[in-house]
């Protein structure tokens, strides 16, 4: 099926929305977990499962629906991954114990994976490298936000309804996905790979491995996102056990953080076109290394108030929104012929040591705001050492 030289605003808010799904379904449960927790009469550390073998299960699906797609197409495996997330849904909706409920979890994330690497699958099939970092930069900003604020629908819904009916809400958004993705979305490959198998599939990602150009953007892609999620997952028990804050001023410190990424969207956006793809890299990891370092420095002054700590990682998260969708673009354009693998490994390597990290901030707390902000850097180092790796050694960095 020949593909389009463009895609409408509205099939980009849609892939937007299909690539948001894998996240927003993963963290609508959030507010619900101390009410299952009590339901099921388990630990916490058990009730938690439900959320951490959630990104575990959407790290495993960016690596199996890349390679699926560059042999049998985009539409009908992200039609596939959508129903699997369907089908996910409607288990947990009916699970009678933890255990069921944290298998219906997984298949649900591991579904709902699908949009995370096939949107922008899409976008590079359809757009060259320059011109695709800027519709990638719509899907995720889309993607982080719609996480954000999926917590309060999933404390209205339990509040009012029953944590339950969180599942019917992930359910009628995948069946109103798929139809609206039915209709509208051209089938974008223009020639399959061929796929024999798992070994076929190891072997297109130990070539992409095996490119130092991929493995720099990839991994700067990989620890720009570390800098957002370990932020984050620990922002909360910070907030109040670090800086003595009650809970509810958490939520208006921390709008700046999504105002923050936003921007920096807004900035890769708008100069897309006009500014070569791996200054607006370097610009983006800059800022994530000058907000997190500004951190540390007003901590070390003694300006322990939320304020002198939420205002530069907005900074940083602002240089996130700008390093991210150009720094996807410039992995998978390292390989355009298997656009759907790279995608995947860049996915999956950016959910993976994202999941790592927003554990490993629980384990290192101490009881100060230091060990977070010492991760934070180490990722912004290796996030712009990983990005001037990519750029030295690809051919394309100028694409």
Known sequence: MPTRTSLSKTLIILLAATSALGPASMQILLPALPVIKETFEVSTEVAQLTLSLSMLAIALGTLFYGPLSDKYGRKPVMLLGLSIALVGSVFCFLANT????????FIQAFGAAVGLVLARAIVRDVYGAQEAARV???LVMVMVVAPMLSPALGGELMLRLGWEYVFVVIAIACILISLLLFKNLP???KEPVPFT????????????FRSRAFCG???????VSVIFFSFISAAPEIMVAVLKRPPN??????????IGFMAGNYFARHFGRSMELNRMIGIGVSLGFIGVSLAIALQLMGFHQPIALFAPI???VLGNGIALPNAQAAAINEFPKFAGSASGLTGFLQMFFSAISAQLVAVIFNGTVYPLLILMLIASILSLVCF???VRVSPKASA
């Open 217 to 223: 953007y990839a991994f700067c892609v990989t620890f």
């Open 136 to 138: 990638i930069a719509t």
């Open 314 to 316: 907005a900074l940083a």
């Open 388 to 390: 001037n790796l990519g």
């Open 187 to 189: 089938e974008t490959l």
């Open 197 to 208: 198998g798992v070994v076929a599939m190891i072997g297109n990602y130990a070539l992409l």
């Open 98 to 105: 933890i255990e069921l409920l944290i298998l219906g979890r």
């Open 249 to 258: 001023e958490y939520g208006y410190y921390f709008v700046m953080i999504p």
